[in-house]
Protein backbone atom coordinates (compact mmCIF):
# COMPACT_ATOMS: atom_id res chain seq x y z
CA UNK A 1 0.00 0.00 0.00
CA UNK A 2 1.17 3.48 -1.02
CA UNK A 3 -0.49 6.25 -0.83
CA UNK A 4 -0.22 10.61 -0.47
CA UNK A 5 -2.29 12.41 1.97
CA UNK A 6 -3.50 15.36 1.17
CA UNK A 7 -5.89 18.35 2.41
CA UNK A 8 -4.72 21.40 4.19
CA UNK A 9 -3.10 22.41 7.37
CA UNK A 10 -5.65 21.57 10.54
CA UNK A 11 -7.60 19.14 8.39
CA UNK A 12 -6.51 16.38 10.24
CA UNK A 13 -3.83 14.42 7.93
CA UNK A 14 -1.47 13.69 10.76
CA UNK A 15 -4.22 11.83 12.79
CA UNK A 16 -5.39 9.77 9.95
CA UNK A 17 -1.76 8.84 8.71
CA UNK A 18 -1.08 7.38 12.44
CA UNK A 19 -4.06 5.32 12.53
CA UNK A 20 -3.23 3.89 8.89
CA UNK A 21 0.17 2.89 10.06
CA UNK A 22 -1.06 1.19 12.85
CA UNK A 23 -4.11 -0.61 11.10
CA UNK A 24 -1.96 -1.48 7.99
CA UNK A 25 1.29 -2.09 9.22
CA UNK A 26 2.47 0.81 6.53
CA UNK A 27 5.43 3.34 7.35
CA UNK A 28 5.05 6.45 7.56
CA UNK A 29 7.47 9.02 5.52
CA UNK A 30 7.79 12.31 7.43
CA UNK A 31 10.48 14.47 4.93
CA UNK A 32 11.07 16.39 8.49
CA UNK A 33 11.96 13.39 10.40
CA UNK A 34 14.20 12.49 6.98
CA UNK A 35 16.07 15.36 7.06
CA UNK A 36 16.69 15.63 10.99
CA UNK A 37 17.92 12.04 10.69
CA UNK A 38 20.32 12.77 7.68
CA UNK A 39 21.79 15.57 9.42
CA UNK A 40 22.23 13.34 12.44
CA UNK A 41 23.48 10.97 10.63
CA UNK A 42 26.48 12.54 8.92
CA UNK A 43 25.45 11.56 5.49
CA UNK A 44 26.45 13.09 2.43
CA UNK A 45 22.70 14.24 1.69
CA UNK A 46 22.53 15.14 5.27
CA UNK A 47 25.62 17.49 5.33
CA UNK A 48 23.97 19.33 1.56
CA UNK A 49 20.99 19.69 3.91
CA UNK A 50 22.89 21.04 6.83
CA UNK A 51 24.81 23.63 5.06
CA UNK A 52 21.44 24.89 3.16
CA UNK A 53 19.44 25.15 6.36
CA UNK A 54 22.17 26.73 7.88
CA UNK A 55 22.35 29.49 5.37
CA UNK A 56 18.44 29.73 6.26
CA UNK A 57 17.74 28.49 2.53
CA UNK A 58 15.07 25.86 1.76
CA UNK A 59 16.71 22.30 1.17
CA UNK A 60 15.80 21.67 -2.35
CA UNK A 61 13.41 19.04 -4.17
CA UNK A 62 16.44 16.99 -5.34
CA UNK A 63 17.69 16.30 -1.46
CA UNK A 64 14.21 15.82 -0.36
CA UNK A 65 13.93 12.98 -3.07
CA UNK A 66 17.30 11.50 -2.62
CA UNK A 67 16.19 10.84 1.03
CA UNK A 68 13.17 9.58 0.10
CA UNK A 69 14.55 6.91 -2.52
CA UNK A 70 17.02 6.12 0.35
CA UNK A 71 14.13 5.35 2.73
CA UNK A 72 12.13 3.15 0.19
CA UNK A 73 14.93 1.22 0.15
CA UNK A 74 14.88 -0.05 3.77
CA UNK A 75 13.10 -3.49 4.58
CA UNK A 76 10.87 -1.69 7.25
CA UNK A 77 8.76 -0.47 3.82
CA UNK A 78 8.09 -3.59 2.78
CA UNK A 79 4.52 -3.06 3.41
CA UNK A 80 4.14 -0.04 2.16
CA UNK A 81 4.27 3.68 2.77
CA UNK A 82 2.14 7.04 3.76
CA UNK A 83 3.34 10.36 2.25
CA UNK A 84 2.17 13.28 4.44
CA UNK A 85 3.87 16.58 3.91
CA UNK A 86 5.16 15.46 0.01
CA UNK A 87 4.62 16.04 -2.60
CA UNK A 88 3.94 20.03 -2.00
CA UNK A 89 3.76 21.07 -5.64
CA UNK A 90 2.96 19.71 -8.96
CA UNK A 91 7.23 19.60 -9.59
CA UNK A 92 7.62 17.74 -6.80
CA UNK A 93 4.29 15.54 -7.91
CA UNK A 94 6.17 15.00 -10.94
CA UNK A 95 9.30 14.15 -9.68
CA UNK A 96 8.54 11.60 -7.41
CA UNK A 97 6.00 9.52 -9.96
CA UNK A 98 9.19 9.30 -12.18
CA UNK A 99 10.95 8.29 -8.76
CA UNK A 100 8.64 5.97 -7.64
CA UNK A 101 8.60 4.55 -11.26
CA UNK A 102 11.78 3.75 -11.49
CA UNK A 103 11.53 1.44 -8.68
CA UNK A 104 8.68 0.18 -9.91
CA UNK A 105 6.45 0.83 -6.91
CA UNK A 106 4.07 3.03 -8.09
CA UNK A 107 1.19 4.97 -5.77
CA UNK A 108 -1.57 2.94 -5.36
CA UNK A 109 -3.89 6.19 -3.86
CA UNK A 110 -3.92 9.70 -3.36
CA UNK A 111 -6.51 10.30 -0.41
CA UNK A 112 -7.44 13.81 -0.02
CA UNK A 113 -9.20 14.78 3.56
CA UNK A 114 -11.58 17.69 2.57
CA UNK A 115 -12.54 20.36 5.37
CA UNK A 116 -13.77 23.91 4.49
CA UNK A 117 -11.40 26.67 4.82
CA UNK A 118 -13.54 28.91 7.54
CA UNK A 119 -13.61 25.27 9.47
CA UNK A 120 -10.12 25.16 9.95
CA UNK A 121 -9.19 28.62 10.51
CA UNK A 122 -12.06 28.13 13.89
CA UNK A 123 -9.90 24.75 14.51
CA UNK A 124 -6.49 26.12 14.49
CA UNK A 125 -7.05 29.47 16.51
CA UNK A 126 -10.04 27.89 18.86
CA UNK A 127 -7.08 25.32 19.83
CA UNK A 128 -5.76 25.25 23.41
CA UNK A 129 -3.36 22.85 25.15
CA UNK A 130 -2.65 22.47 28.77
CA UNK A 131 0.86 23.71 29.67
CA UNK A 132 0.90 21.01 32.30
CA UNK A 133 -0.42 18.31 31.42
CA UNK A 134 -0.72 18.24 26.81
CA UNK A 135 -4.67 17.92 27.00
CA UNK A 136 -5.56 19.93 23.54
CA UNK A 137 -9.27 21.62 23.90
CA UNK A 138 -11.04 23.82 21.26
CA UNK A 139 -13.08 27.11 22.21
CA UNK A 140 -15.54 26.67 19.47
CA UNK A 141 -15.59 22.66 19.31
CA UNK A 142 -14.26 21.21 22.53
CA UNK A 143 -14.02 23.24 25.25
CA UNK A 144 -13.03 22.50 28.73
CA UNK A 145 -15.83 21.98 31.35
CA UNK A 146 -15.10 24.91 33.26
CA UNK A 147 -13.17 28.18 31.63
CA UNK A 148 -9.77 28.35 31.42
CA UNK A 149 -9.56 25.16 33.63
CA UNK A 150 -8.08 21.47 32.62
CA UNK A 151 -10.26 18.95 32.97
CA UNK A 152 -7.41 16.31 33.58
CA UNK A 153 -5.22 18.22 36.11
CA UNK A 154 -7.03 21.03 37.33
CA UNK A 155 -4.47 23.26 35.73
CA UNK A 156 -5.16 26.91 34.79
CA UNK A 157 -2.33 26.71 32.44
CA UNK A 158 -4.31 26.57 29.17
CA UNK A 159 -1.86 27.75 26.38
CA UNK A 160 -2.88 29.31 22.94
CA UNK A 161 0.33 29.23 20.45
CA UNK A 162 1.26 32.50 18.68
CA UNK A 163 1.45 31.31 15.23
CA UNK A 164 -2.20 29.71 15.70
CA UNK A 165 -3.66 33.37 15.06
CA UNK A 166 -5.82 33.92 12.35
CA UNK A 167 -3.69 36.27 9.93
CA UNK A 168 -0.62 33.46 9.73
CA UNK A 169 -3.53 30.69 9.48
CA UNK A 170 -5.24 31.96 6.18
CA UNK A 171 -1.74 32.85 5.19
CA UNK A 172 -0.73 29.11 5.17
CA UNK A 173 -4.30 28.02 3.29
CA UNK A 174 -3.46 30.59 0.47
CA UNK A 175 -0.26 28.87 -0.31
CA UNK A 176 -2.29 25.28 0.43
CA UNK A 177 -4.35 26.72 -2.35
CA UNK A 178 -1.86 28.07 -4.59
CA UNK A 179 0.52 25.02 -4.56
CA UNK A 180 -0.76 22.17 -3.00
CA UNK A 181 -4.55 22.23 -3.99
CA UNK A 182 -3.53 21.89 -7.64
CA UNK A 183 -2.54 18.26 -6.82
CA UNK A 184 -5.80 16.91 -6.01
CA UNK A 185 -6.98 17.81 -9.83
CA UNK A 186 -3.66 15.87 -10.87
CA UNK A 187 -3.77 12.45 -9.20
CA UNK A 188 -7.69 12.84 -10.23
CA UNK A 189 -6.74 12.83 -13.56
CA UNK A 190 -4.86 9.65 -12.66
CA UNK A 191 -7.64 7.69 -11.45
CA UNK A 192 -5.73 7.76 -7.88
CA UNK A 193 -7.67 10.13 -6.54
CA UNK A 194 -10.08 9.61 -2.87
CA UNK A 195 -11.77 12.81 -1.55
CA UNK A 196 -12.88 12.53 2.00
CA UNK A 197 -15.41 14.74 4.05
CA UNK A 198 -12.52 16.06 6.91
CA UNK A 199 -16.28 16.57 9.29
CA UNK A 200 -17.30 14.26 11.79
CA UNK A 201 -15.56 12.14 14.41
CA UNK A 202 -11.64 10.87 13.48
CA UNK A 203 -13.31 7.31 13.58
CA UNK A 204 -15.71 8.21 10.96
CA UNK A 205 -13.06 9.84 9.13
CA UNK A 206 -10.89 6.80 9.18
CA UNK A 207 -13.55 4.39 8.49
CA UNK A 208 -14.15 6.20 5.39
CA UNK A 209 -10.46 6.65 4.89
CA UNK A 210 -10.15 2.94 4.64
CA UNK A 211 -13.37 2.21 2.68
CA UNK A 212 -11.92 4.20 -0.35
CA UNK A 213 -8.44 2.56 0.00
CA UNK A 214 -10.03 -1.08 0.07
CA UNK A 215 -12.22 -0.68 -2.84
Known sequence: MRIVL???????KGTQAKML???Y???????????RAAVASGSELGREAKAIMEAGQL?????????ISEKLASP??????????FPRNLAQAKALDALLKGKNLPLDA??????????????????????????????????????????KCGSSNLTHRADDNEETVRSR????????????????EQKLLATIP????????????????EK
Request: glycine share 12%; proline share 3%.
Open 110 to 151: AIHIHVEAEEIVKRITGRRSCADCGAIYNIYFSKPKQEGVCD
Open 21 to 23: VEK
Open 6 to 12: LGAPGCG
Open 76 to 85: ELSHGFILDG
Open 198 to 213: GTGSIDEIFTAVCSAL
Open 59 to 67: VSDKIVLGL
Open 173 to 188: LQVYEEQTAPLVTYYS
Open 25 to 35: GVQQISTGDLL
